[in-house]
T-cell receptor, first 115, second 112 residues
Framework: KAGVTQTPRYLIKTRGQQVTLSCSPI?????VSWYQQTPGQGLQFLFE???????NKGNFPGRFSGRQFSNSRSEMNVSTLELGDSALYLC??????????????FGDGTRLSIL | AQSVTQPDIHITVSEGASLELRCNYS??????LFWYVQSPGQGLQLLLK??????LVQGIKGFEAEFKRSQSSFNLRKPSVHWSDAAEYFC??????????FGTGTSLTVIP
């Protein structure tokens, strides 16, 4: 069974650009959550999608957005990139979400560097 | 304010010794509590989570955690540490429809 796949693994952008990251969940999983990890702020929750609907959202500006498709694949978009957006972006999938009895499975992450 | 505190930034234990990683939280809603592990250069892995019921929760890799409501704590334990347990450990708290918070992490070094 394939795990959670995040693409691309590495990305370099410049300030002001926008970026789209992709997450393909484990087959059958309907929930996808996104997290940001930086040396300064640590791990932070971005948002969770379930059956194409955003179900929960962290404390991030509107530049951060996401969506989920009917096949449960999810994308997150960051517009007008800032240096502080340099981070490891992780996604996790699960059958019913992080608050169910089912475990979450994480991808290896996308490392985004802003120049 | 809602938060998660992991008081120990770094812990060193000998292989075979017992381990306890501390986690305290402050949260308005009834908390759902989690422990995650992150090995060097890798993504996160969920070790265990607590929602309700028995306050002692068993997880993967021989880990367990105990929820103590009176102390607002959710400490992670392992009776005998293996060298492969060296990693960063994160405690987290959340609830459906509410914010989700991670602690700052505890780095574990295992001495042979």
């Amino acid at each position: 069974k394939a795990g959670v796949t995040q693409t691309p693994r590495y990305l370099i952008k410049t300030r002001g650009q926008q970026v789209t990251l992709s997450c393909s969940p484990i087959s059958g999983h309907r929930s996808v959550s996104w997290y940001q990890q930086t040396p300064g702020q640590g791990l932070q929750f971005l948002f969770e999608y379930f059956s194409e609907t955003q179900r929960n959202k962290g404390n991030f500006p509107g530049r951060f957005s996401g969506r989920q498709f009917s096949n449960s694949r999810s994308e997150m978009n960051v517009s007008t990139l800032e240096l502080g957006d340099s981070a490891l972006y992780l996604c996790a999938s699960s059958l019913e979400g992080p608050y169910s009895n089912q475990p979450q499975h994480f991808g290896d992450g996308t490392r985004l560097s802003i120049l | 304010a809602q938060s998660v505190t992991q008081p120990d930034i770094h812990i060193t234990v000998s292989e075979g010794a017992s381990l306890e990683l501390r986690c305290n939280y402050s949260y308005g809603a009834t908390p759902y509590l989690f422990w995650y592990v992150q090995s060097p250069g890798q993504g996160l892995q969920l070790l265990l989570k607590y929602f309700s019921g028995d306050t002692l929760v068993q997880g993967i890799k021989g880990f367990e955690a105990e929820f103590k409501r009176s102390q607002s704590s959710f400490n992670l334990r392992k009776p005998s540490v293996h060298w492969s347990d060296a990693a960063e450990y994160f405690c987290a708290v959340g609830a459906p429809g509410n914010q989700f918070y991670f602690g700052t992490g505890t780095s574990l070094t295992v001495i042979p």
